[in-house]
């Protein structure tokens, strides 16, 4: 890759991640037109409809964990849009009422599912609990999803004591905000 070109690629992460970050900050959607407008200096912005889209995964010995960490936020989570792969996601459902969107279990194809709403610019949350013990036949799918992530500058949890901080900031109240 040429010098020129990735610098062009870091200028974009790096304003990328500000603009994310401010919107977080805020309590803001980082959906498309809420970036675009950012991007474009308008302010002040009001929240109180958007909602945020959160993923959540968890491997087979983590979703106790997830789901503790999921009660605890429960009445947060409720005003979100989640995405979860199956088996997560009937258990969201069954244990704790919530009502997530349903991809394929990891090992066929929904961290790419997920992936694929981060490279849409759709996802701004991650929570994935990572069994680090375990051999994945898919790992290259969790690894993609993590570079992803990553490069697009999601927040995002591999562990509850992460996903403790995220979870803070969900619960933060969403107010009118000039930035």
């Known amino acids: 890759m040429s010098g020129n070109r ?8 790096q304003d990328s991640a500000k603009t994310r970050l401010r919107l977080l900050g805020a ?13 474009n200096g308008a302010g002040p912005f ?8 959160i993923a959540m995964v968890a ?12 009660r605890v936020n429960a009445a947060n989570l409720r005003d979100n849009r989640i995405v979860a792969t199956e088996t997560t996601g009937l258990l969201l459902k069954s244990e704790l009422g919530l009502n997530p969107e349903l991809v394929n279990s990891g090992p066929l194809g929904g961290d790419q599912e997920i992936g694929a709403l981060i490279a849409c610019g759709e996802l701004d949350m991650l929570l994935f609990f990572i069994d680090p013990l375990d051999i994945h036949p898919h790992a290259s799918d969790i ?26 900031k969900l619960a933060q109240p969403r107010a009118v905000v000039g930035l």
């Open 6 to 13: 990735k610098d062009s690629l870091d200028d974009q992460a």
């Open 27 to 39: 309590g803001l959607s980082s959906s498309q037109p809420a970036l675009d407008e950012v991007r």
């Open 46 to 53: 009001v929240n109180s409809c958007d909602r945020q889209t």
């Open 143 to 168: 690894q993609s999803l993590i570079r992803l992530a990553t490069l697009r500058d999601i927040p995002a949890a591999y562990s509850p004591s992460t996903a403790h901080f995220l979870g803070e």
């Open 59 to 70: 491997h087979d010995a983590k979703k106790a964990d997830l789901i503790a960490w999921a």
